[in-house]
């Protein structure tokens, strides 16, 4: 039953959903001070902004930017991690990929997945951004490894999709970057 319930809270993230009006993201991302020139980071805000709908902070916590190691270089880095706030566990690996090319998109998404699977039975060392410490036995019951594009992938073979264009998203980016520049908004 938890499976067709997670299903169907991921369907109804990107098959009922109208686009969040780009000056409203805006003001939900201008003071996270992350760093916008990273072409993809303002995909992956979206995704956690979008996905926070489905899976409530109460419940979840949602975390950008695991990147994991062998101790001596960093292997790959997970886009999105959603961690059920009862068992401490990883439920949600998403791979968000904002690209021109869906298929290109698509294809690196896959490879960056087959890469962590390929390790997380390793001994790896996992970090996010703030230097919160992960354990990989916290991923090896994930329940869903997804493919997050903009507006379109799904026709293209993502399992999800931003309720934005890419046009839009990187306008929105565009006007973060700015807002950074002036020195109105932090920069981490």
Known sequence: MKGISLFLALFSFSAVASAIPVNVLYEELKESGAHYEVIGMVCEKVAIIELAKV????????????????????????????????????????????????????????????????????????VDGDHKQYNSRQFRNVQKFVAISQKGGRAAGFDLELENSLNELMDLRGQLMKCQDQGRCPRH
């Open 55 to 126: 899976y409530p902070a109460k419940d979840f916590e949602i975390v950008n930017g695991i990147s994991y190691g062998d101790g001596q270089r960093t292997i790959g880095e997970l886009d999105v991690v959603i961690f059920d706030r009862r068992s401490n566990d990883a439920v949600l690996v998403g791979e968000v990929k904002c690209w021109k090319s869906f298929s290109g998109g698509r294809s690196k998404a896959m490879d960056q997945r087959r890469r962590f699977q390929s390790h997380i039975n390793k001994r790896i060392e996992m």
